[in-house]
């Protein structure tokens, strides 16, 4: 089966800007339809961001300018960057599957 490990989550002031990364392992990569996903505080999951395996890319609209969804396939690896990073991004962002499978998320905290 295939595990989804994030990274690259932590601690920036309104303004700045993080990467976050997903390693992928257990599947052929390049085939899948990969998505972000956040959790903030006492909210329900809210979907970010989603690209193709041919590399068509979507995103909410609360989210859309700022950031940007991108994938190495020679890596197994998913990325979100992520800028001009504001408190309402505050959360736990997690990488997914179209099955809804996703990994451990990564806190991403935004504040002065």
């Known amino acids: 089966e295939v595990q989804l490990v994030e990274s690259g989550g932590g601690l920036v002031q309104p303004g700045g800007s993080l990467r976050l990364s997903c390693a992928a392992s257990g599947a052929t990569f390049s085939s899948l339809i990969m998505t972000w996903v956040r959790q903030a505080p006492g909210k329900g999951l809210e979907w970010v961001s989603t690209?193709?395996?041919?590399?068509?890319?979507s995103y909410a609209n609360s989210v859309q300018g700022r950031f940007t969804i991108s994938r190495d396939n020679s890596k197994n690896t998913l990325y979100l960057q992520m800028n001009s990073l504001k408190p309402t991004d505050t959360a736990i962002y997690y990488c997914a599957l179209s099955n809804g499978r996703r990994g451990q998320g990564t806190q991403v905290t935004v504040s002065s």
């Open positions: 690209i193709t395996s041919l590399g068509t890319t």
